[in-house]
């Protein structure tokens, strides 16, 4: 066979690679640091891996999942073609060009920037070889943490520092001594994702505000919902008076005006300061209006200094970080640990005002219900959640269950506007961005772990039609081939189609989406005693055995006469597949991987996938050192993209949990890095905390494939990284206080696990009840440097 011959060569290439030893540990047991029980920001460095990095990854200034994202923009002026590609902050260049407040999906603008002498109203190029206000900067210069980021600006002179509230964006700068201090608003030019500009205002009322909004026309809005735009407002003040003021577009000034409009619009104060005078600014922000964002500047920030934000800010993350806490030697596992759970509580930020306020995807403003004078929840832009299952909902239903909820009644809140959950959000517009829809299966997962203080039953009306119904979907809703799943059990592939790839392209991999999402729901059903939508459910959850090749032992492309596609290639891309290949999606089926595993057989099986981990471990897990998003999709394994992220999980369903533990740890160890530009990969797309939160749930030594939407849920069980996990428990949701995780004999040589014990009983399985977990109580992990498969 075929596959016999594929499995023969990468098994052969393998073996040079076999013994390649583990990273050597930190320092011996006798050379352990004493634990630092206070603070954890102190591990958060947000400077690892921000070479080729995504709009909303760096924004070292914001509150956890706060809409006030400030943060240092080297080359976010210029954009980006298609909406997904790296932009904003990049490691490897050394000027700023301002301070953008908002940067999330799609979403980005209202920029300052401190400058000095002659009044120069453009940011110039990257290089600086021509005029213009960007500065220079240096890396000793520069200090970011969870909730803080200064700078100092060279070519200014000055430092700048951020800070925010949840929806306020504090800016100071400290200047030196002269009569042409200046702060920039540059408010009418795009950024980031936020695509081009369509129209602005900037204007400095008789109170002496700075106000203003400015619309965009992201790519992905353009794409998923072609007539609708973003629009941002804000609010801001000074604790300085200025000596004078002025408007500009682009490189045209008009000293003394008040108000400038249209794309390019913008805004400059100019101070009188001594040496190191400081001028503070807070820019209250808004989706909705400037009157808004006013309430939202008075509502939260009104009397509150930056130093007095600042300390908030250190406070509110120390007490999100310290919700998991882990005890290690190894100072570069914590830093990895909490810069990854970092990245988990930065992204999918607020959109939703202090009044309930929200936008609606038709452009007009919605209210959130209201209990005792506040909302009932908060309303948050969000990335798709493709592979979410796999790492933010497991952390989220873990530790954050209040923000889960929150984040499914925003996607409730749209579906009621338009009649379709919308698996990405800006603003409520639809961005699907990879034109699927796994949002039922976030929200199973949800309701299976036992949060449910949402609309339950709107919640599962949304989860069916989104199974099962295809007609006129918009292209937004993603799933645009559902009614060709429902019909046929399977997507029939095309090579050609209407509309963009996603639409006709990629039958294979969206037939096995749709059968994981399918079955989640179905569990859901099931529960509910919704008979007929479980049985359909269920006969649509086995589509992935109907694009399974048994000659090839590969998932293949099928066409709706039953025929595989000729010239089948298990390694190519886009064919069939998205953002993998066959080798890579084969493993998809997390809801019945005992099911795969009896058509592969067990030997075959782990066999073929130990094979494939000794081989790309040789690319460090993905595309090697190649700074790109897409780096390793033609690769037998890529850890920097979502369809992988569950696959060294898969030993443990197959009978081989050491495997498991095995390339887990490796994984941790080698794809995750501390640096720049070795961070997660090599400059691939960290997706708002996704791949972050894959090393959190995974270095604590769980990970559910099925991403806890079982009736039962639980987490199979690996090797835990750290000495000593402590998770604190939200008492609103669950039962016990804390769930407490302790690994003896632990170090990096010791990565196997001799035994479990919960509550001092042996575990004789590798798996524990997510009921357990957030019960409370105590798992003791025994380590070893040999591997056990029985216990």
């Not at 925010?164 to 994702?193: C, W």
């Not at 493709?386 to 923000?403: I, K, M």
């Amino acid at each position: 066979m075929k596959y016999n011959r594929l499995f023969l060569v990468s098994f052969l290439a393998a073996a040079s690679s076999w013994l390649l030893p583990c990273t050597a540990d930190a320092g011996s047991p006798a050379k352990r640091l004493k634990v630092d029980t206070h603070s954890l920001a102190q591990y958060v460095d947000p400077l690892i891996g921000t070479a080729h990095c995504r709009w909303f990854h760096f924004t070292p200034g914001a509150r956890p999942f706060g809409m006030a994202k400030p943060a240092p923009s080297t080359n976010g002026h210029l954009g980006n073609k298609w909406g997904w590609e790296a932009t904003g902050y990049d490691y490897r260049d050394q000027s700023i060009e301002g301070f953008p407040c908002l940067h999330e999906f799609q979403v980005g603008g209202i920029v300052l920037m401190p400058a000095v002498g002659k009044l120069v109203t453009v940011p110039g190029p990257l290089e600086m070889n021509a005029p213009g206000y960007r500065s220079r900067f240096d890396r000793k210069d520069e200090f970011a943490t969870a909730g803080y980021y200064s700078v100092l600006l060279k070519d200014h002179g000055v430092k700048a520092e951020l800070t925010a509230t949840p929806r306020v964006a504090f800016q100071r700068y400290t200047f030196p001594a002269g009569k042409e201090s200046r702060i920039l608003f540059d408010i009418g030019n795009r950024q980031g994702e936020s695509g081009a500009v369509e129209d602005a205002e900037v204007k400095l009322t008789a109170d002496g505000r700075i106000e203003g909004w400015v619309r965009t026309l992201p790519e992905y809005v353009k794409k998923y919902q072609p007539d609708a735009s973003v629009t941002m407002y804000f609010s801001a003040v000074t604790d300085a008076k200025p000596t004078g003021y002025g408007t500009f577009k682009g490189a045209a000034v008009s000293s003394g005006s008040r108000e400038s409009a249209g794309v390019g619009a913008g805004l400059y104060l100019t101070f009188q300061t001594k040496e190191q005078e400081a001028v503070t600014v807070k820019v209250g922000l808004s989706f909705t209006s400037v009157a808004n964002a006013r309430l939202n500047l008075q509502t939260e920030a009104a009397s509150l200094t930056f130093d007095k934000a600042k300390q908030e800010a250190a406070a509110q993350w120390e007490e999100y970080l310290g919700r998991i806490r882990v005890e290690t030697p190894n100072r570069q596992d914590k830093v990895k640990f909490y810069t990854g759970l970092y990245h988990v509580l930065l992204g999918r930020g607020l959109a939703s005002d202090v009044n309930g306020a929200y936008p609606r995807n038709d452009g007009s403003v919605g209210q959130i219900p209201l209990l005792k004078g506040k909302p009932k929840h908060n309303f948050y832009n969000t990335d798709a959640a493709w592979g979410a299952q796999w790492n933010l909902a497991q952390l989220w239903a873990l530790a954050y269950p209040e923000y889960y909820s929150d984040y499914i009644s925003s996607h409730l809140l749209v579906y009621k506007d338009t009649g379709w959950l919308a698996d990405g959000i800006a603003c409520s517009r639809f961005v699907s961005g990879v034109g699927t829809n796994l949002l039922s299966a976030i929200l199973s997962g949800a309701y299976q772990c036992g949060i449910r203080d949402f609309d339950v039953n709107l919640a599962y009306e949304a989860s069916l039609k989104n199974e099962l119904d295809g007609v006129d979907r918009p292209l937004g809703a993603g799933k645009v081939d559902t009614d060709l799943f429902v019909k046929y059990g399977y997507v029939p592939h095309q090579e050609k189609g209407d509309g963009p790839d996603e639409a006709f392209m990629f039958s294979a991999s969206h037939t096995l989406e749709y059968a994981y999402s399918a079955w989640t729901v179905a569990q859901w059903a099931g529960q509910l005693g919704k008979t007929d939508d479980y049985a359909k459910l269920m006969d649509l959850s086995k589509g992935w055995e109907r694009i399974y090749d048994d000659s090839l032992n590969f998932v293949r492309p099928r066409k709706a006469n039953g025929a595989f596609v000729d010239d089948f290639d298990p390694m190519q891309v886009w064919r069939g597949f998205q953002e993998g290949n066959a080798w890579q999606y084969t493993f998809y089926v997390p809801h019945d991987v005992k099911g795969l595993v009896s058509k592969v057989g067990a030997d075959v099986f782990n066999q073929r996938l130990d094979s494939i981990f000794t081989v790309s471990r040789k690319l460090i897990f993905s595309g090697g050192k190649e700074v790109g998003a897409f780096a390793g999709l033609q690769t037998l394994y890529n850890h920097g993209n979502q369809p992988c992220l569950h696959i060294s999980w898969l030993f443990n369903e197959a009978g081989r949990p050491s495997l498991t533990q095995k390339w887990v740890r490796a994984i941790l160890d080698e794809f995750y890095g501390v640096e720049g530009i070795h961070g997660y990969g090599y400059g691939q797309d960290e997706d708002q905390g996704q791949l972050g939160a894959w090393y959190v749930i995974a270095s604590l030594g769980l990970f559910d494939v099925k991403g806890l939407t079982d009736t039962e849920p639980s987490f199979a069980l690996g090797s835990t990284l750290f000495d000593k996990v402590t998770i604190k428990l939200n008492k609103k949701y669950y039962k016990g206080d804390e769930f407490v995780i302790k690994a003896a004999n632990n170090n990096k040589q010791n990565l196997y696990v001799k035994q479990f014990r919960l509550n001092g009983k042996p575990c004789k399985e590798t798996r524990i009840p997510f009921s357990k977990i957030v019960s409370g109580g105590l798992l003791e992990v025994e380590m070893q440097d040999t591997p056990v498969d029985r216990y």
